[in-house]
C-alpha cells in the first residue's frame, strides 16, 4: 500500500516563468584512469511547488581486451524500438485529448476511443466540472463532447462525440488480469498539451492504491515506471499487443511531474463500470 498519493489532475497550461539566472561555471572535471566521475542535477517545477533531483554516477572501467571481428559484426538490436513504433501506428489513433472548459480556464487530459458511435473513455476527474468539453481526434480534428456518464467513486468517465464512423478507431481492450510485474507496457496521451505522446517502461507493482482529491478511494492499481504526467489522465495504459491493459490514472510525485511512478485502473474494473457509464449513470 502506497503511504502517499499525489493523483493526477489534468494539465491546466500556464503563463511560462521567467528564465532562470545564468548557473555559476561547473568545476573542472576531473579523470583518473580506470575511473569516470559524473554529476547531474537537474530542477523540476510543477503545481504549487518545486524540488531538485540530484544523480551521481561512478562508473569503474573493465580491463581493456583485444578487439575480434566478432564484436564488430555484432547484429544490432531490433525488438524495443521495432515493437514500440508498431504499438503506436496501432493505438495511437484510438487517443485523443480532451480539453475541459472549468471556470476561466481549461484542463487538458487524454482519453480512449470505444466504439464507431462516438463513445469516449476518461477518468472523471477530467471533466469534472467542465461546463464545455472539446475532443480532438489523432488526426487534429476537434468536435465538441457531451458527458454520457459519470463514476467519481471509480474515476470514471464516457463522453461522447459526433463524427462519421470513419474518422474512428476503436481501441481493443485487453484483459488485465494477465499483468505480470516486470511486463513491458506503453503510455499514449498528452502530458502537458503535447498530444500523441508515447512512453515506454514496466509494471512495477500491482494491487496498488490511495485516496483522490475527487473522494474516490481507488484500488488494485497497476504501478508503471512508463512516464506520466499531467494530461495523461485518462489516456491508455497498453501491453505488446497493443491492448488497453489500464486507464492512466494518476501519479506519486513532489513535484507534480513524472518520478517513475504512475498509476492506471485496470481495465477489468472499467468493464464492470462501461455498462453503466455509457448507459447514463452518474454517481
Known sequence: ????????????????????????????????????????????AGGAGSGAIAAALVAHAAPAAAATPAAATTAPSTSLSATAESIYAQVSPSVVTITSVVGNGQAIGSGIVLDSKGDILTNAHVIAGARQIQVTLSTGQSVPATLVGSNSAGDLAVIRISVPASSLHPATLGNSSGVQVGDTVYAIGSPFGLSGTLTEGIVSNLNQGGAVSTGANLSGLIQTDAAINPGNSGGPLVNTAGQVIGVNNSIESPVNGNVGVGFAIPINQVRQLLPALEGGSNL
Do not use: C
Not at 498519493?5 to 561555471?25: E, I, K, V, W
Open 1 to 44: 500500500m502506497v503511504a502517499h498519493q499525489y493523483f493526477d489532475s489534468p494539465f491546466r497550461p500556464s503563463a511560462p516563468a521567467a528564465p532562470p539566472a545564468t548557473p555559476p561555471s561547473p568545476p573542472p572535471k576531473r579523470f583518473r584512469k580506470g575511473l569516470l566521475a559524473a554529476v547531474a542535477a537537474l530542477t523540476v
